[in-house]
C-alpha cells in the first residue's frame, strides 16, 4: 500500500528520463518502471549527446544514467541537468561499485547509485526513493563510503573550530533530522518519526543547508559523519 501523501501516486506517477547505451539493459530497466504505475518513463536516450537533446525537451523528475556512455560520460549529464532542471534528481547506474565514482556523482548532486543487477531495490523503488527526498545506495556502499569517511584526514585546527561552530548553531530538532537524512530516511519518513509533517522537515532540511553551507544531501551526510553526527 503507497500512502497517498507520497509522491508517485498512479494519476500522478514520477516522470523518469533513462540514458543508458546499452540497449538490451534500457529494455530492462524500461520494463521495470513500466510495471510500476507509480513511474512514468517519459523518454530514452543512449548517448551524452541525446541525453542533452533530452533533459532540454522533456519534463521529468528523475533522470536514471549510466556513466559510461559512448560518447562521454554520465557525470557530464548530471552537471547540465543540474543547470537546465535544478529541480530533477539524479541516479547513478552502474556495473559496479567505485567509491571515486559514487563520491564524485554525490558532489555533482546526485541522489543515488544503483549497482546494476543488484538485488537490494529495484529501479522503481530507487526513482521513488529519491522522488520523496531519500537517497538511494546500496548497504555495501553506504558502510565502505562511511569508513572511507572514518579513515579521512582530520581538518585543520581553524576548520574543526568553524565546523564545531555551525554544528553548535544547528537547533536538536536540526540534529535530529540530518541523522536521519544521514541513514537515509525520506522527508516523509522522518514526518512520521518525528510526528511532524513533510513540509516542516524540508523546512528544516533547509534551514541545515543554509547553516552549513551545503547543497546536497551528500554533502550534508558527509558534514555528520565527518562530526560524528550518527
Not at 112 to 120: A, I
Not at 169 to 187: D, I, N, P
Given at each position: ?101 559514487v563520491l564524485h556523482a554525490f558532489e555533482l548532486g546526485a ?9 537490494f531495490g529495484s529501479y522503481p523503488q530507487a526513482v521513488l ?29 581553524h576548520e574543526q573550530q568553524q565546523d564545531e561552530r555551525e ?64
Amino acid at each position: 500500500m503507497w500512502p497517498d501523501f507520497m509522491t508517485g501516486q498512479v494519476e500522478k506517477p514520477v516522470r523518469v528520463l533513462l540514458v543508458d547505451d546499452d540497449a538490451h539493459m534500457r529494455r530492462v530497466i524500461a520494463q521495470e518502471l513500466m510495471a510500476d504505475q507509480r513511474t512514468l518513463l517519459v523518454a530514452q536516450a543512449a548517448s551524452v549527446r541525446e541525453g542533452r537533446k533530452a533533459i532540454k525537451q522533456h519534463e521529468f523528475d528523475v533522470m536514471l544514467v549510466d556513466l559510461n556512455l559512448g560518447d562521454g560520460e554520465g557525470f557530464q549529464l548530471i552537471d547540465y541537468m543540474k543547470s537546465i532542471r535544478p529541480a530533477a534528481e539524479a541516479v547513478i547506474i552502474s556495473i559496479m561499485e567505485n567509491d571515486d565514482q559514487v563520491l564524485h556523482a554525490f558532489e555533482l548532486g546526485a541522489t543515488g547509485y544503483l549497482v546494476k543487477n543488484s538485488w537490494f531495490g529495484s529501479y522503481p523503488q530507487a526513482v521513488l526513493q529519491v522522488a520523496n527526498g531519500g537517497a538511494s545506495i546500496t548497504p555495501h556502499l553506504a558502510r565502505r563510503l562511511l569508513q572511507r569517511f572514518d579513515r579521512g584526514a582530520a581538518p585543520a585546527a581553524h576548520e574543526q573550530q568553524q565546523d564545531e561552530r555551525e554544528t553548535e548553531r544547528l537547533s536538536q530538532r536540526e540534529k535530529e533530522v540530518l541523522r536521519m537524512v544521514a541513514s537515509g530516511y525520506t522527508s516523509a519518513e522522518i514526518g512520521t518519526r518525528l510526528l511532524i509533517s513533510s513540509l516542516t522537515v524540508n523546512t528544516h532540511i533547509k534551514n541545515i543547508y543554509r547553516k552549513l553551507q551545503v547543497r546536497t544531501r551528500a554533502q550534508a551526510v558527509r558534514f555528520a559523519s565527518l562530526r560524528g553526527l550518527f
